[in-house]
C-alpha cells in the first residue's frame, strides 16, 4: 500500500493537495473520475462515485411510482 507525506499548499484561493499518480493508480481513480469527498475525524476520505448510480436509483424509484404495492406485498 502506497503511503505519501504532503503538505497542504495553495492552489488558487483554495488549498489542496497534489496526489501521485501511483497512489491514485493503487486507490483505483483515473484522472476525470467524480469523487465523494467526506471529512471524518481528522480525515479526509475520497470514495469513487458510480457513474451509474444516479440512472440506477431514478430506475428504482420508477418502479416504486409504477407498482406502490409491490414492494409492500414483498415485505409481507
Not at 471524518?40 to 431514478?58: K, Q, S, W
Request: glycine share 10%; hydrophobic share 45%; aromatic share 4%.
Amino acid at each position: 500500500m502506497p503511503v505519501a507525506q504532503k503538505k497542504l499548499q495553495r492552489i488558487g484561493n483554495s488549498t489542496g493537495v497534489v496526489l501521485s499518480a501511483e497512489l491514485l493508480r493503487e486507490a483505483g481513480f483515473h484522472l476525470g473520475d467524480e469523487v465523494l469527498i467526506q471529512a471524518e475525524r481528522g480525515r479526509v476520505v475520497l470514495t469513487a462515485i458510480d457513474p451509474g448510480f444516479d440512472e440506477m436509483v431514478a430506475a428504482a424509484d420508477r418502479f416504486v411510482g409504477a407498482h406502490p404495492n409491490a414492494l409492500k406485498k414483498l415485505g409481507e
